[in-house]
């Protein structure tokens, strides 16, 4: 569908099951009791700048982040895809950011702005983009009401995993934790693993 996006929405029913008079043998759900209905929505689309969009537009409907990935589809064609759902129309909104940058220097200074509007990291993947480059894609989200706590994130990034021990710790001694790591080329054409830590700060008022 080119640079299109397109959205596909469809609703899974839960069923408690009833061995005894031969219904639905029960299903574990993650987010939800067993007995109430969840509505799933899928984004696809070859640009990130577009998901964004359509991230806080279904935010707006009540559906909240579930997962990304980025890799190619059926279709031929190297896409963002992303899984949201929803329980109850009425669920309190969220705001999503998506960060996407091919320097890990890009992508730290992104981050620790988010960070400071009180953004919290979500999800992570490598998308590879139409111009035959590769981006570290970043979902954040936070709460549409007010009292966002600021955070403080630092992404290390390095081709040696006895460099990154290091730092890991020097980062831990710092009170900073561990959000999430993947592998990302570089836009030098190498690779490093990268890592997102994140640190709380004070309640903006």
Known sequence: ????????????FLIIG????????????????LDRRIEYRLLATTKTS???????????QGFRFEGVMG??????GNECVVVMSRVRASDAPYEYKLLAASKTSTMDRELREAGRNGFEVCGKTIFETAFGGRELVIILERPAAGG?????YKLLATSRTSTMQQELNEAGREGFQFVVMTVAETAFG????????????????
């Open 50 to 60: 577009t998901m964004e969009r359509e991230l806080n537009q279904a935010a707006q």
């Open 71 to 76: 890799g190619e589809t059926a279709f031929g």
């Open 148 to 152: 966002l706590v600021p955070v403080e």
């Open 190 to 205: 190498g690779r490093e693993v990268v890592v997102i830590l994140r640190r709380s700060g004070r309640r903006e008022l």
């Open 18 to 33: 009833d061995a005894a008079s031969g219904q639905s043998v029960e299903r574990a759900a993650p987010r939800a009791a």
């Open 1 to 12: 569908m080119g640079y299109g996006l397109r959205v596909l929405v469809f609703t899974a």
